[in-house]
């Protein structure tokens, strides 16, 4: 898809000549430049998802799965 976007000329110049030392069009550069933000992004989204999951719930571990934990780790060799 195309698209026309307004950047800082200094930020132009930098990104031609990174696109021309790493032999890619200005194109495949910004494509790839702005996935690699939305995916920083995207990973942010899910930890502050999480975050908010173990803050509001309770997070106690179940004294049933302690007890089978503890069962099991004493048929380890140590």
Do not use: C, F
Not at 11 to 28: D, I, M, N, P
Not at 42 to 62: A, F, H, P, R, S
């Amino acid at each position: 898809m195309k698209t026309a976007v307004s950047i800082p000329d200094n930020v132009y110049t930098s990104a031609e000549k990174l696109a021309r030392r790493l032999g890619k069009s200005r194109s495949q550069l910004y494509a790839q430049a702005l996935s690699n933000y939305l995916s920083k992004h995207q990973k942010e989204g899910i930890t502050t998802k999480l975050n908010e999951v173990y803050l509001n719930n309770d997070t106690k571990i179940d004294p049933l799965l302690i007890s089978l934990q503890v069962q099991s780790l004493s048929k380890e060799d140590w």
